[in-house]
């Protein structure tokens, strides 16, 4: 702890230790986020999973790499978890396993992520492992608007969103 007659800005003496300051959620101050402490919670814990797949995604979208697009990861939207989502053109990147093959799920996910507003991108994760570039070119195209047609293809689906953002 610091002494009384150590409370400047100056490194304490050698052995004392600095008080640090305690997240907000601890000093009493009212959190004003929108997002629910276990959305926030559940979002954290899908962002640090072991899915290789989205890693190698996440290293090409991150830092506003792929044509200064920025995206964050595991975004809630309603009652949803986006793998990837550009808020400014409402664009969700999704990245799906063999256990998303004809999901009824996701069909209704994606009937709701439209009418929100979003536009749903889908690819197999073996492609953004194996096929990184393709898979980047693509979101792109959608990012800048030159894939604006639903695509139902073997290797990506693309459902553009329902309802126009504000």
Not at 34 to 55: C, F, H, K, T
Not at 79 to 98: H, N, Q, T, W
Request: contains cysteine; proline residues 5%.
């Amino acid at each position: 702890m610091i002494s009384a007659g150590n409370r400047g800005s100056s490194r304490p003496p050698r052995g004392e230790e600095v008080d640090r300051a305690k997240p907000g959620t601890e000093r009493g101050v009212v959190d004003r986020s929108r997002r629910s402490p276990n959305s926030i919670a559940r979002a954290r814990n899908l962002r640090n999973g072991d899915n290789m797949a989205e890693a190698v995604l996440w290293n090409e979208l991150k830092a506003s790499r792929l044509g200064g697009y920025k995206f964050v990861r595991q975004m809630p939207v309603g009652p949803y978890f986006a793998d990837f989502c550009c808020r400014k053109v409402r664009l969700i990147v999704e990245l799906d396993g063999s256990q998303h093959a004809d999901s009824h799920h996701d069909q209704r996910r994606d009937d709701f992520l439209t009418a929100s507003g979003y536009s749903v991108l889908r690819f197999w994760s073996h492609d953004a492992v194996k096929a990184t570039p393709r898979v980047c070119e693509t979101i792109l195209a959608a990012l800048d608007e030159r894939l604006s047609e639903a695509t139902d293809a073997p290797d990506l689906k693309f459902k553009p969103a329902t309802m126009r953002s504000r």
